[in-house]
């Protein structure tokens, strides 16, 4: 479980929303970020030797804009933009005291799914690279089963002219281990 924040070329979403080049669209529309976003965080992994661990990190931030339209055909087909990232990423941790505080990098591809909804649906998909940066601490429970607080920061670029040029992503969660 953990909390992140998404950022769409240093500026929220509602910022980028508002300067695309449908910004009339998100003026019209009045475009209200919505506070939540929705994280997840997966890994896999071998320990290497007590001070390095090599695995696969899957990470991903949704978020929401939503547009309080001001007519009765709001109600009918309300407006809203989601927007959704993933990272597959190769990933070193570096534990310099064989336990407790370690150093984490990595990078790999990363995916940007933008869904927006007036009256339908239309999904665009933006395919780019990445890399990671964090900083933990993993303390035993008990034999194999340990517990983390990780902090975490990723920046993304993409192929695409109608993807924005660059996405970044921090999270703070709570991880358990078996190792």
Sequence with gaps: MGSGTLNFGGSSLESYLENRSYSGWAEYYNVKEEDETTTFHI???SVVNPKIHLGLDI??????????RYDP????????VEMQLRNYFAAVSY??????LFLKAGGGT??????TTVFFEQKDKFSGFGYMI???????IVKRLHIGIHADYSEQ???????????????IY???YFY
């Design 43 to 45: 890994a896999v992994g």
């Design 59 to 68: 990470s991903g931030v949704s978020q929401e804009a939503s547009c309080p």
């Design 73 to 80: 055909s709001y109600y009918l087909s309300p407006a809203k």
């Design 95 to 100: 534990f310099p005291f064989e336990k407790g």
């Design 110 to 115: 990363s995916e940007l799914t933008q869904t």
């Design 134 to 140: 964090g900083i933990g601490y993993d303390l035993r």
């Design 157 to 171: 670029t993409y192929h695409s002219s109608d993807a924005p040029d660059d996405t970044d992503f921090s999270n």
């Design 174 to 176: 709570l991880a358990l």
